[in-house]
């Protein structure tokens, strides 16, 4: 079958340098943002998640920033790994709402 | 073990039969939910339940329908499958924080 991958805007980044990976949501109502990671032939996984009275949150080499002005949301990798190669999501979950809403995905891709 | 499981991981049926997709979770959680992947449209959510009495329509839930067996267990059918309705299909469950884990997912094949 198809790659996931297929399609998707695509960023290709040497081997330890940083990934920016960017996401813009359109409902300025959402106040929950995941970001969620998807390797080759396994389900989504899930990385860092920020809450909508945060504009930034630290986890081991990520940071996700947060910006409520313009609705963006980027996924940072520090050091890039070639296990860092993967598809990743941004997903929003709007206040009132119980259901997460996906974005189509961006494709990482590290240059050893 | 996997949290959350699906079976079958594959499957190739024929237009018109009745496929089942299963999904049985361990993490404790109250709400599970199918969602479809197809090449760059990201996940679609087809059917959602927070307990064993509740279930509700995605986004696209047309051709499909769902059974909440136990907390545990929620199963996805296609009454009559169509070659559109080929696509990966994941569980996943979660908490009220919104936060969702997955399975590993159905790669399903409709000839």
């Known amino acids: 079958g198809e790659s996931v991958g297929l399609h998707l805007p695509t960023l290709s980044v040497q081997e330890g340098d940083n990934s920016i990976i960017n996401c813009a949501y359109s409902n300025s109502a959402s106040d929950y943002f995941i970001w969620y990671k998807q390797e080759s032939g396994k389900g989504p996984q899930f990385i860092i998640d920020i809450r909508s009275n945060m504009d930034k949150r630290q986890g081991q080499r990520v940071t996700v920033l947060l910006n409520k002005t313009v609705k963006h949301l980027s996924l940072q990798i520090a050091a890039t790994q070639p296990g860092d190669s993967a598809v990743y999501f941004c997903?929003?979950?709007?206040?009132?709402?119980?259901?997460?809403?996906f974005g189509k995905g961006n494709q990482v891709v590290v240059i050893p | 073990d996997a949290d959350v499981t699906q079976t079958p991981r594959n499957r190739i049926t024929k237009t018109g039969k009745r496929i089942m997709l299963e999904c049985s979770q361990t993490?404790?959680?109250?709400?599970m939910y199918w969602y479809r992947q197809d090449p760059g449209l990201g996940l679609r959510l087809i059917y959602y339940?927070?307990?064993?009495?509740?279930?509700n329509k995605g986004e696209i839930s047309d051709g499909y329908s769902v059974s909440r067996q136990a907390q545990a267990k929620f199963s996805l059918s296609l009454e009559s499958a169509i070659p559109n309705q080929t696509a990966l299909y994941f569980c996943?469950?979660?908490?009220?924080?919104?936060?969702?884990?997955f399975g590993s997912g159905t790669q399903l094949s409709v000839l």
């Open positions: 997903a929003e979950k709007r206040y009132g709402n119980n259901r997460l809403a």
């Open positions: 993490k404790g959680h109250d709400r």
């Open positions: 996943a469950t979660g908490k009220e924080d919104g936060k969702l884990f």
């Open positions: 339940s927070f307990d064993v009495k509740d279930i």
